[in-house]
């Protein structure tokens, strides 16, 4: 880990070696020893959907699993504040440059509790997030994580393609839609919203607060 630029101390940004490209990083890095569970979600999805997603996000609090998303897409960036909320680790995956510019006020003191790292394995002339660079960011979300849940993936999308390559792969998707399609056709396992919360929220009613 070589220091890549100096602010403050709570600011100093990093290289991290990560799935054999160097990525820049700011934050606690150590974050990337807890298990990882990649968020990815496509922009659209069925109401069931969002509503267990954002059970999901409220029940998974405590579990002690590091989130990684790029919380771009509507869902993800819901998800967001509702975890901010919890204690666990957070990893944002940004899909342009490694900004640090104009942070949010609850990501800087997630940032200085130790709780959130910001990685960007983007370089400096990537900008803007444009297509093509929000797919490789999710690619590289499922890269990074052990884990991947993809609560919706429509039909024919880019994030659909991502979680079929995946299952060829042999890597497990889980998934709240139960509708038939080429997700289930593959492999990927279908939970229900508290399937990766902690043992003493497993018998906790779905719904509520947030």
Aim: aromatic fraction near 6%; hydrophobic fraction near 40%; charge should be positive.
């Amino acid at each position: 880990m070589k220091p890549r630029k100096s602010l403050t101390t709570s600011w100093q940004t990093h290289e991290v070696d990560l799935a054999n490209r160097s990525v820049a990083a700011m934050g606690t890095v150590q974050l990337l020893n807890h298990r990882k569970l990649a968020l990815v979600c496509s922009r659209k999805c069925p109401g069931d959907v969002i509503l267990k997603t954002y059970d999901f996000a409220r029940l998974v609090r405590g579990s002690g699993l590091a989130i990684v998303s790029g919380f771009h897409s509507t869902i993800e960036k819901d998800c967001l504040p509702i975890l901010l909320r919890g204690s666990d680790p957070i990893i944002i995956v940004q899909g342009h440059r490694l900004s640090t510019s104009r942070l949010p006020i609850e990501w800087q003191k997630a940032i200085r509790n130790g709780r959130l790292l910001l990685l960007s394995p983007f370089g400096e002339n990537d900008r803007r997030v444009t297509t093509e660079l929000a797919a490789e960011r999710n690619r590289f979300v499922a890269t990074i994580s052990d884990d991947v849940l993809i609560p919706y993936a429509t039909p024919g999308s880019k994030t659909e393609a991502d979680a079929l390559s995946l299952l060829a792969a042999g890597r497990r998707v889980c998934t709240f839609d139960d509708r038939p399609g080429s997700l289930l056709d593959a492999g990927a396992t279908v939970v229900m919203p508290n399937y990766f919360a902690p043992r003493a929220t497993l018998l906790a009613p779905v719904g509520g607060e947030q």
